[in-house]
């Protein structure tokens, strides 16, 4: 299934998808983000998982989505939200 969502910070969504996938088994991936008149977009491709497991995925998100526009940050701590390793092409 993908959606597409409206986001403060795609690097955050970046961070949380890597450490969900890392702690639950799951293949969610970050297909691609794109910016219209000053807006973040991403889309996301959510596999075959649990529907429990989604709707911990979206909370989580919007969590941390408010946390970042409350603080007017970019992204997560690093200790507890690394970035993904990167990819050999």
Do not use: C, H, R
């Amino acid at each position: 299934m993908k959606i597409k969502k409206v986001v403060y910070s795609p690097l955050a969504v970046e961070q949380l998808v890597y450490k969900f996938n890392n702690n639950n088994n799951t293949e969610i991936e970050l297909i691609n983000t794109d910016y219209a008149d000053g807006t973040s977009f991403v889309t996301l491709d959510i596999k075959e998982i649990s529907i429990e497991l989604i709707y911990d995925f979206a909370y989580q998100l919007g969590s941390l989505e408010k946390y970042l526009a409350m603080k007017g940050d970019s992204w997560l701590p690093l200790d507890e939200y690394p970035f993904p390793p990167e990819k050999e092409e």
